[in-house]
């Protein structure tokens, strides 16, 4: 059986990676979303392994010194990180899956899986995002604060991704993120 590909999606907080991600898995079931690990505490309505597998500090490095994840990154004050096994798994038995995870991660994973497509999420306008974050009302006023600063500096980085999608109008960035995993998706490999 072909070998799955590994899919990056990348960018700040507030960015509209899980609203793109979302509709990208509803139309492809060959794509799979990478659970992570994260040491932050659950939020109203997340289950255990199913946002995340929600580990405490000292279990997290443990794993991590174990070489456990495929990265790991501290994101807003907490640990996040990608379990290898998992996503050897899902790529071993052909699917493609799709890594949710912060510009430090896409580094990681850029140096140590070279063919991984790499997307980078933007949004239109920092104005834009600060007013996403608000509406979604996930966060404090001081995360909202704290994850708008980061999300100048992780903008930096944009340049070493393959793509970059700005998420301006909903509907059009979603057909613009299908495109790109319709054309590099091992499915359409010869
Ligand atoms: P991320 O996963 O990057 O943190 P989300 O997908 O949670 O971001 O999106 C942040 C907020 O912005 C959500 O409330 C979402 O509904 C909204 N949103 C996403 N994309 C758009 C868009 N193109 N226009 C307006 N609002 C959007
Ligand atoms: P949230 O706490 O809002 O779910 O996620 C905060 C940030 O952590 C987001 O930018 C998200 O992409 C990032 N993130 C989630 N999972 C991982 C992961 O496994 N590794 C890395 N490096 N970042 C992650």
Known sequence: MRRGRLFVVAGPSGAGKGTLVAELLKRYPRARLSVSATTRDPRPGEREGVEYHFLDREEFLRRA?????????????????????????????????????????????????????????EPPSLEALEERLRRRGTESEEEIRRRLRNAVRESGEKDGFRHVVVNDELQRAVEELCAIYESESSSTET
Not at 66 to 74: Q, S
Not at 76 to 93: A, F, I, M, Q, S
Not at 99 to 118: F, K, N, S
């Open 65 to 121: 010194g174990e070489g456990e994840f495929l990265e790991w990154a501290e994101v807003h004050g907490n640990l996040y990180g990608t379990p290898r096994r998992d996503v050897e798994e899902w790529l071993d038995r052909g699917y493609d899956v799709i890594l949710e995870i912060d510009v430090q991660g896409a580094r990681q994973v850029r140096e140590r899986v070279p063919d991984a497509v790499t997307v980078f999420v």
